[in-house]
């Protein structure tokens, strides 16, 4: 088995411990904390969403990059390996002082908790290095740690949460997964990289590092308005109830996104290295990727709009007219964030058109914004739906047309 398939199997693993195995839990969760409590429960990973998003900064794509290119340069991959983590480390601390002054505004303690249960999310994802281990093409080593450390989660969330009261508990036994698995991941460095040793990063490596990730990271705050403002817009105007109806619809959509995920992220370093050797080799991967794959995210999206009546009764453990609908609407996003990933991480980043990358996201996110400011206040949880997808097919057309502008698809041997 090649070293890509074998880091394919192990990313999509993984991906299925962060995604599918929390979807076990969604019935019950639902039946316990109800419509309402799972809705707080939601709105408030939303809310940490911002810092996970904060404390990544671009890194899981431009160190990912860094790494696969200077692999067998161990001096070079210490300091990056060690640049990486003070950043993350600082942003981290600034997220919880954030989050720290975002919580004067709230007035329940108990949401408080639930909001610090929540930033758990970011301590995790701070700790755990799969930059380090997707760039040196080697995610076996992390696989059946990440996946114990969910079962564990889910099956904690089985045995404990009881009754509604244990909204609080149960904020942290979902986030208490990604804690123990980058505890983990930081113990397997020295076994996957056993040449590794933490250096105090140059300041030019630290400033090499931002800007090579703050494009990245521009483009992936505007993606989080493209993906996540929907639930924040929604439960200002209509509560935790209608944010739990909209949830339930978006975590099948979300399972179905990063099912993706594991070879999408799996392809970047090979990409990356073969656009580094040239254009043209770079693009006839790729384009042997999409040949394979998006047929069969087409028919999952197919899928998904045919059985959405009995997917949300097995989700969620109940029949609801309004989940269906914004599970149909919501139906073919896979397909358009698959295509995204190849325009825009695959071909844009690997040919030095960061600019054109964040402009792409940043427009969808700035449109769908506004999309949901006009119409979620009056229509509620279908309009959120709505500009959900609006503006995942405006960063569709937008990375098209960046691409298409830039000719490099009409490179010699590739379309051919």
């Known amino acids: 088995m090649s070293r890509l398939t074998t880091n394919v199997l192990s990313l999509f693993l993984i991906q299925g411990a962060n995604y599918l195995l929390p979807l076990i839990t969604i019935p019950y969760l639902i039946r316990i904390l109800g419509v309402k409590g799972f809705g ?133 036994l979902q986030s208490a997964g990604n804690v123990i698995a980058g505890l983990i991941g930081l113990m397997l460095i020295n076994r996957v990289l056993p040449s590794v040793k933490w250096v105090m990063p140059s300041i030019a490596m630290l400033k090499k590092l931002i800007n090579e990730g703050k494009y990245v990271f521009a483009s992936q705050v505007s993606a989080l308005l493209v993906n996540g403002s929907q639930t924040l817009i929604l439960g200002f105007f209509h509560g935790a109830n209608s944010v739990g109806h909209y949830a339930i619809a978006e975590k099948v959509i979300k399972a179905a996104n990063n099912a993706q995920s594991p070879i999408c992220n799996a392809i970047f370093p090979r990409s990356s290295a073969l656009f580094s050797e040239s254009t043209e080799r770079g693009l006839a991967f790729l384009r042997k990727v999409f040949n394979w794959f998006f047929p069969l995210m087409l028919i999952g999206c197919l899928v998904l709009i045919i059985f959405a009546s009995d997917i949300v009764q097995l989700i969620a453990g109940q029949q609801s007219e309004e989940t269906v609908l914004i599970l149909r609407i919501l139906a073919f996003i896979p397909c358009s964030v698959f295509l995204d990933n190849l325009l825009g991480t695959q071909i844009l980043l690997n040919v030095g058109r960061s600019k054109q990358f964040m402009s792409a996201i940043l427009i969808s996110g700035i449109f769908g914004v506004a999309i949901a400011l006009l119409f979620v206040p009056i229509f509620g949880a279908a309009a959120s739906a709505v500009a959900y997808l609006l503006s995942q097919l405006c960063v569709l057309l937008v990375m098209g047309w960046h691409v298409k502008r830039s000719g490099i698809l009409n490179k010699k041997g590739v379309l051919s």
């Open 40 to 172: 707080v429960l939601a709105f408030a990973a939303a809310v940490a969403q911002i810092f996970v998003v904060l404390t990544e900064f671009g890194f899981n794509l431009t160190a990912t990059r860094e790494i696969s290119i200077n692999r067998a340069n161990p001096e070079r991959l210490n300091e990056i390996i060690s640049g990486v983590f003070v950043l993350k480390g600082l942003l981290l601390l600034i997220s919880a002082f954030m989050l720290f002054c975002i919580l004067f505004v709230v007035d329940s303690q108990i949401e408080t908790k639930i909001y610090w249960a929540c930033f758990l999310l970011a301590v995790g994802n701070f700790m755990f290095p799969g930059w380090l281990f997707q760039g040196l093409e080697k995610m076996p080593f992390v696989t059946f740690t990440n996946i114990s450390s969910k079962i564990l989660s889910v099956a904690a969330i089985f045995i404990l949460i009881k009754s509604p009261e244990d909204l609080f508990l149960a904020a942290v």
